[in-house]
């Protein structure tokens, strides 16, 4: 941990020449009053495509590809999430470009408004492909009323649209700051070397104060409810919610271990038996992402042929019955 409160993971593996940095800032959906849903995702599409002081517009972007990179973001409930993987020789600009994102992103008029027409893209093709239906829709259904957790990270048109160079420029300033960061660094590099170079380049940072949280639980619907959509899409496609525990909790890495053990690849016991063997199932898959507060959930995603849906939902019943 930085004097910054910068938290620093860093994990040395010489057997391939690559270096895989990835750092997030710990705020999410979770931070966003209702009329400003959807633009910490917003901001995460700011960041790598619309650019910083020293790299503007996709230049980031195209420097990644153009080595043979892989650059890459990502936006949950409580954390966003910015990814390169290079050639352990482009450390150093790895390193300068993930600075300029964390504190030194440029929002200018144009480019603002040009990005939400690509956010408004990812929210239309959302509705036509099943697997991001269903995440989208989901949480929409398991609390008696809105909460953080019930909304799509993804936010809506209007929220977006709403969104002002002002008010993200702000939500940025208060939330990407050192103390409410972690950086991680894997594969080809000497770690004292690295740790160095870190301290040089981020310690000098001030920690910032980030706002209080404006988080509030709200207790899921009891019982076992229901919601069907029918579309003609020739396949059916559906999801089991469950609560699962906060990540910080002595639960949640058992609860990993027995998400892996139901539905993790091929050999795992809801795989090998309900699409192997019984074939009732096309595909299954526990969707397990961690959360900061209370009331988050988790969901079984499963597609089938339509005849065999009921059949299907009632033997992972059986199966996670049999477990427990």
């Known amino acids: ?43 995460e599409h700011l960041l790598l495509f619309r650019g910083t002081d020293k790299y503007p517009q996709n230049q980031i972007g195209e420097w990644s590809s153009g080595r043979g990179g892989y650059f890459n973001g990502y936006t949950w409930y409580d954390w966003t999430v910015f990814v390169l993987v290079m050639a352990s020789s482009d450390l150093d600009g790895v390193l300068d470009r993930h600075e300029q994102m964390m504190f030194h992103g440029a929002f200018s008029g144009e480019d603002f408004e040009t990005e939400k027409k690509a956010v408004f893209e990812e ?19 398991l609390y008696p009323a809105e909460t953080f957790y019930s909304r799509s990270t993804i936010g809506t048109i209007e929220t977006v649209q709403a969104a002002t160079v002002e ?9 990407y700051v050192p103390s409410n960061m972690t950086l991680v660094v894997a594969g080809d590099f000497d770690t004292d070397d690295l740790l160095q170079r870190i301290e040089e380049r981020f310690g000098a940072y001030p920690a910032g104060d980030v706002p209080d949280s404006i988080y509030a639980p709200v207790p899921m619907k009891s019982g076992v409810n229901v919601v069907a959509e ?39 016991l809801l795989y090998s038996t309900l699409v192997t063997e019984k074939q009732l199932l096309d595909e299954i898959a526990f969707n397990v992402w961690p959360r900061k507060y209370p009331g988050g959930y988790q969901y079984f995603y499963a597609e089938t042929e339509p005849n065999k849906t009921a059949t299907g939902i009632d033997a992972i019943w059986h199966a996670l019955a049999a477990v427990g």
Not at 125 to 141: A, C, E, K, N, Q
Not at 167 to 175: A, G, I, T, W
């Open 1 to 43: 941990v930085l004097d910054n409160g910068m938290r620093v993971i860093t994990v040395e593996n010489r057997n391939t020449p690559l270096v895989s940095a990835v750092w997030s800032a710990h705020v999410g959906d979770s931070a966003e009053p209702a009329d400003f849903a959807g633009n910490s995702h917003y901001l």
């Open 230 to 268: 029918e579309r003609a899409v020739g396949k059916a496609y559906f999801g089991l919610a469950v609560e699962s525990p906060r990540a910080d909790s002595p639960e949640w890495f058992p609860y990993q271990l027995l998400a892996e053990y139901l539905s993790g690849g091929k050999t795992s």
């Open 123 to 141: 929210l239309r093709s959302g509705l036509d492909i099943p697997s991001r239906y269903l995440s989208t829709s989901i949480p929409y259904h």
């Open 167 to 175: 008010r993200v420029s702000q939500y940025y300033k208060d939330y």
